[in-house]
């Protein structure tokens, strides 16, 4: 029998329109690897659960943000992307409304809005997902 060694993530890319320009979701990591770094909200699947449904729980569960709308940016999958094992981590983008507040739980130290043309070192290959979305979104 066949064991696969790769694990599937979901991360969510999530943007509002602020009064400066369109600002960014980010989670301060309360775990390792990257413990105190920046990510994008996002989590390994659980078993029998749909992509869609997997970033949106992880983005509640991190954030306390609710989307309704996702749509599947890409898949990203280069290994040593995670220094744990080797992941594919299939990516949601969206947009909440300007005046959308989140705060950092579960293993999500704190989570906090950074405009897009000042955004601080992130973990793992998060700067590539998001470089990808803010010109899929021309931002």
């Known amino acids: 029998m066949w064991t696969s060694k790769i694990f599937v993530t979901v ?70 992307r995670d220094p744990r094992h080797h992941t594919v981590s299939v990516v949601y983008a969206g947009f909440v409304p300007g005046d959308t507040k989140a705060t950092g739980a579960d293993d999500a130290e704190e989570a906090k809005w950074f405009s897009v043309k000042d955004l601080p070192l992130l973990a793992f290959d998060h700067s590539d997902i998001v470089n990808l979305a803010i010109e899929k979104y021309k931002l």
């Open 11 to 80: 991360d969510a890319v999530v943007f509002r329109q602020a009064e400066t320009g369109h600002e960014l979701l980010l989670i301060k990591r309360l775990k390792d690897p990257d413990k105190g770094k920046w990510a994008l909200p996002g989590g390994f699947v659980d078993e029998n659960e749909d992509l869609p449904d997997a970033a949106k729980r992880e983005l509640l569960e991190e954030t306390g943000v609710v989307m309704a709308q996702i749509e599947q940016l890409g898949a990203f999958g280069k290994p040593g």
